[in-house]
Antibody, heavy 119, light 108 residues
Framework: EVQLVESGGGLVQPGGSLRLSCAAS????????MNWVRQAPGKGLEWLSY????????YYADSVKGRFTISRDNAKNSLYLQMNSLRDEDTAVYFC????????????WGQGTLVTVSS | SYVLTQPPSVSVAPGETARITCGGN??????VHWYQQKPGQAPVLVIY???DRPSGIPERFSGSNSGNTATLTINRVEAGDEADYYC???????????FGGGTQLTVL
């Protein structure tokens, strides 16, 4: 059974940093591209970042480019999102998402971790 | 940047057919994926590549894509289908993922 478990969320002040982690199991993590997606309270889904299997290809949404860094450790079956210079508008549930094979859909999602940016 | 437009809400009676649209410039040239999200839960993929259904998704769910509009169709709607539905594409010109704003499906 595919499982994606996010951790690392919490309350942080504006301008602060957080590192989110996603532990993957139930599939060959190193063989799949991964995404981070977020959802602000009461709002829709927002794609944030994509990383290829070997980390050679990485993309970011304009809203987080230069502030967030996606990475992965295939030996540890883990995906990460380093978030710096956090803003109030970064408050959201952050989802780790497994990309479909051969496409850019998402076939599995974690349950999400809440990040609250507030003073 | 590429924009996907969905109606904020759609209402349908049980047993009827719900159609949720997703508008985008020449969206026919893109692979459209659809997700169902119930309150407090993670999204679930219900249609990928315009019209394919993942295993475990009822045949009542179908998708189509033509011109500037993709459509998710839910036949014989049930109370359990009440949820938010999102369309999604990959914009290869910007290398960005794009989600529609979401449609809240209400079963009357």
């Amino acid at each position: 059974e595919v499982q994606l478990v996010e951790s690392g969320g919490g309350l942080v002040q504006p301008g602060g940093s957080l590192r989110l982690s996603c532990a993957a199991s139930g599939f060959t993590f190193s063989a799949y591209n991964m995404n981070w997606v977020r959802q602000a309270p009461g709002k829709g889904l927002e794609w944030l970042s994509y990383i290829s299997t070997s980390s050679t290809t990485i993309y970011y949404a304009d809203s987080v480019k230069g502030r967030f860094t996606i990475s992965r450790d295939n030996a540890k079956n883990s995906l990460y999102l380093q978030m710096n210079s956090l803003r109030d508008e970064d408050t959201a549930v952050y989802f780790c998402a497994k990309v479909c094979s051969g496409s850019h859909c998402v076939d599995y999602w974690g349950q999400g971790t809440l990040v609250t940016v507030s003073s | 940047s590429y924009v996907l437009t969905q109606p904020p809400s759609v209402s349908v009676a049980p047993g009827e057919t719900a159609r949720i649209t997703c508008g985008g410039n020449n969206i026919v040239n893109k692979a459209v994926h659809w997700y169902q999200q119930k309150p407090g839960q993670a999204p679930v993929l219900v249609i990928y590549y315009d019209s394919d259904r993942p295993s475990g998704i009822p045949e009542r769910f179908s998708g189509s894509n033509s011109g500037n509009t993709a459509t998710l169709t839910i036949n014989r709607v049930e109370a359990g289908d009440e949820a938010d539905y999102y369309c999604q594409v990959w914009d290869s010109s910007s290398d960005h993922g794009v989600f529609g704003g979401g449609t809240q499906l209400t079963v009357l």
